[in-house]
């Protein structure tokens, strides 16, 4: 039986940050000024936490960061994952989320190594916007190249997102209309939470689903299809099959109550939400060379207390402690 939590939720997708670090400064995201502010594990503890997350019934994880690609070892790592089985025998869907500025050069080995799926962030198909925000010259033809040749490797469908603020880069929705078709990807919107360093979130700055549609509306026909009911992204595909987006939108659009996942943070402790104001320590259990059983006591007991719902935007909200960067996507 799956982890489930107090609201029959079962969980089945962890996200593993591997490194607090990043090598770009995306301007909504940091404020160009701090780096790493937590540790970063041996990576055979991040094993072993996974190793038993996976005895408990998780199907997917998924890598992230900071920037996961700085983190050396990552093919041995992704190597260790890919031999991980569920309960009834089955390898894990191991996916990454990278800004894709290494990707290129790592491509075949991390495919050969065990990985899935890609997923790259990027919020401007110009050069020029995109290194503005980025905030590293060249970053555009490096990140494209990742891309491209991730496509090549087959480790799709490769998943592009994009986060939109208002008066930043919500002109671009179209360009990655025409991003999506010629470069047969998937394109997703995100709604742009309140995990910034800068604190600048507002309900004005977010870019809601149905604006969304509207401006992708002007670039060409689509149609909505189909999602699994525990989805971030409502999916949608142009009338001509050419390509296909998404929208994720945890502002104007909850997707709480079908929440299936859990994260570990890069200093070895569970988040239940992205929002949560509290954390489980699982490194200290690792630490203190307790045995596998206490490792299940302490993630069963934070997947009990996992959150009902975030409070984006309601009287009272406090933004969590760490932000985006250093919790892990």
């Known amino acids: 039986m799956p982890l489930?939590?107090?609201y029959g939720r079962a969980i089945r997708d962890l996200r593993i940050s591997i490194t607090d670090r990043c090598n770009y400064r995306c301007v909504y995201c940091r404020t160009g000024n701090n780096?790493?502010?937590?540790a970063e594990l041996p990576l055979a503890d991040y094993l072993r936490m996974a190793r038993v997350f996976v005895s408990l019934g998780i199907t997917k994880i998924r890598l992230t960061g900071g920037e996961p690609l700085l983190r050396p070892g990552i093919m041995d790592l992704v190597r260790s994952l890919a031999a991980l089985r569920t309960p009834e025998g089955k390898a894990p869907e191991l996916a990454i989320t990278t800004n894709g500025h290494l990707l290129a050069e790592m491509v075949e080995p991390l495919k050969l190594a065990g990985l899935n799926r890609v997923t790259?962030?990027?919020?401007?198909?110009?050069?020029?916007?995109f290194a503005r925000i980025t905030r590293v010259k060249g970053s555009y033809s490096a990140v494209l190249e990742g891309l491209r040749a991730a496509c090549r490797a087959g480790l799709g469908p490769v998943k592009v997102n994009c986060v939109l603020l208002r008066g930043f880069n919500e002109d671009q929705v179209e360009a990655f209309g025409r991003f999506a078709c010629e470069e047969k990807v998937a394109v997703r919107f995100i709604e742009f939470m309140p995990l910034e360093e800068g604190r600048i979130w507002s309900p004005e700055v977010v870019v809601p689903l149905p604006e969304i549609l509207e401006r992708m509306a002007r670039f060409a026909p689509f149609h909505e299809i189909a999602h699994e009911p525990s989805s971030t992204s409502r999916r949608y595909r142009f009338n001509d099959e050419r390509g296909e987006f998404g929208v994720i939108a945890p502002v104007t659009l909850p997707f709480c109550g079908a929440c299936s996942r859990?994260?570990?943070?890069s200093d070895g402790k569970i988040r239940t939400c992205l929002f949560s104001l509290r954390e489980?320590?699982?490194h200290t259990a690792i630490r203190s060379v307790l045995p596998d059983e206490e490792l299940v006591r302490i993630i069963?007991?934070?997947v009990a207390h996992k959150e009902e719902r975030h409070h984006i935007g309601e009287p009272g909200f406090v933004q969590p402690g760490r932000t985006m960067v250093h919790i892990g996507g």
């Open 300 to 302: 069963e007991y934070a």
């Open 280 to 282: 489980h320590d699982l």
């Open 120 to 129: 790259v962030s990027m919020d401007a198909v110009e050069p020029e916007r």
């Open 4 to 6: 489930t939590d107090s």
């Open 35 to 38: 780096g790493a502010q937590f």
């Open 262 to 265: 859990i994260r570990l943070t």
